[in-house]
T-cell receptor, first 112, second 113 residues
Framework: QQKVQQSPESLSVPEGGMASLNCTSS?????YFWWYRQHSGEGPKALM?????GDKKEGRFTAHLNKASLHVSLHIRDSQPSDSALYFC????????????FGKGTHLHVLP | ETAVFQTPNYHVTQVGNEVSFNCKQT?????MYWYKQDSKKLLKIMFS???????VNETVPRRFSPQSSDKAHLNLRIKSVEPEDSAVYLC????????????FGPGTRLTVL
C-alpha cells in the first residue's frame, strides 16, 4: 500500500480561485511533510514544509497539518495559470530523515 | 550558477547495454539522492548519499549502482538495462541538516528499446 496518499488525482480550478490538495500518511513513522511542485519537463521544486500541527502560510500557499490523523493539506488562493503543475506531497520518517516518500501527485489545472 | 546539474538530458539505448548518468551539485550540500520517475510520474527514491556514504539504499535491482567521488558528485550506473528501466532519473541534493528541502536537477530521460 502506498504510504503517502494524495487526492484528488486531478483538479481544475478557475483563475483566481482556491485550489485544495490533500495528503494522508498511512504510517505513523512518517510525520514530516513537504509539498513539491513539478512543471512539465523540470525537476520538482519544494514549495513548503510543515512539521507541526496547525497552519503554515507562505504567500498564496497555506499548508495545514493534523498529526493525529496524519493528514496534511495545501491550499492555493488566487490561483494563477502558472500554478498549473503536478503537486507532490512528500513525507520523511521520524527515524530516517533522508528517506523521503512521495505521493502519486495531484495534477492541478488552472483555467484562464 | 548554483544548482543541480545532470547529464545527459536524454539517452536512448538497447536492452542489455550499460549506461551511466552524471550528477553534480554546486550548492555545497552534504546529501545527494537518486530518484526514478516512471511514465505515470510516480517518484521513487533509489539511493541517498551523505558525505560520500551510502545511507539509503531502497530495493532496486542489482544492476543499478551509485558512484560518489566526492560530496558534490553522485553518478548512477545501470548494467545491462531492461525495458522497465525506461524512466526519468532525477538527482537531488539537500543540506546535511535533518528534514531539509531537496533541490532537484532537470532529470535524465532514459529510453530502452
Amino acid at each position: 500500500q502506498q504510504k503517502v496518499q494524495q487526492s484528488p488525482e486531478s483538479l481544475s480550478v478557475p483563475e483566481g480561485g482556491m485550489a485544495s490538495l490533500n495528503c494522508t500518511s498511512s504510517d505513523r513513522n512518517f510525520q514530516y511533510f513537504w509539498w513539491y511542485r513539478q512543471h512539465s519537463g523540470e525537476g520538482p521544486k519544494a514549495l513548503m514544509s510543515i512539521f507541526s500541527d496547525g497552519d503554515k502560510k507562505e504567500g498564496r500557499f497555506t499548508a495545514h497539518l493534523n498529526k493525529a490523523s496524519l493528514h496534511v493539506s495545501l491550499h492555493i488562493r488566487d490561483s494563477q495559470p502558472s500554478d498549473s503543475a503536478l503537486y507532490f506531497c512528500a513525507a520523511s520518517e521520524s527515524t530516517n530523515a533522508y528517506k523521503v516518500i512521495f505521493g502519486k501527485g495531484t495534477h492541478l489545472h488552472v483555467l484562464p | 550558477e548554483t544548482a543541480v546539474f545532470q547529464t545527459p538530458n536524454y539517452h536512448v539505448t538497447q536492452v542489455g547495454n550499460e549506461v551511466s548518468f552524471n550528477c553534480k551539485q554546486t550548492l555545497g550540500h552534504d546529501t545527494m539522492y537518486w530518484y526514478k520517475q516512471d511514465s505515470k510520474k510516480l517518484l521513487k527514491i533509489m539511493f541517498s548519499y551523505n558525505n560520500k556514504q551510502l545511507i539509503v539504499n531502497e530495493t532496486v535491482p542489482r544492476r543499478f549502482s551509485p558512484q560518489s567521488s566526492d560530496k558534490a558528485h553522485l553518478n548512477l550506473r545501470i548494467k545491462s538495462v531492461e525495458p522497465e528501466d525506461s524512466a526519468v532519473y532525477l538527482c537531488a541534493s539537500s543540506p546535511g541538516t535533518y528534514y531539509a528541502e531537496q533541490f532537484f536537477g532537470p532529470g535524465t530521460r532514459l529510453t530502452v528499446l
